[in-house]
């Protein structure tokens, strides 16, 4: 899997002087990073997360009863 990373600050050799940060592949149904290796699910609403769908369709079936 092709990783994409925001480079952090480098001293004069070129040697990272912090971690690179991992960037977010996508975007959920509430504006939530998802990152490589997350799981998620795709809905009629967006991405939702794995450890989100619960909440998810909690608020999808009481929005279904209104």
């Given at each position: 899997?092709?990783?994409?990373?925001?480079?952090?600050?480098?001293?004069?050799?070129?040697?990272?002087?912090e971690p690179d940060?991992?960037?977010p592949i996508y975007y959920d149904?509430?504006?939530?990073?998802?990152?490589?290796?997350e799981?998620?699910?795709?809905?009629?609403d967006g991405k939702v997360l794995?450890?989100?769908i619960e909440d998810y369709l909690g608020r999808r079936l009481v929005a279904g009863c209104e």
């Amino acid at each position: 899997m092709n990783q994409r990373f925001l480079k952090g600050s480098r001293d004069s050799l070129g040697v990272p002087l912090e971690p690179d940060e991992l960037l977010p592949i996508y975007y959920d149904w509430e504006g939530e990073a998802i990152y490589p290796g997350e799981e998620y699910y795709e809905t009629p609403d967006g991405k939702v997360l794995a450890d989100n769908i619960e909440d998810y369709l909690g608020r999808r079936l009481v929005a279904g009863c209104e």
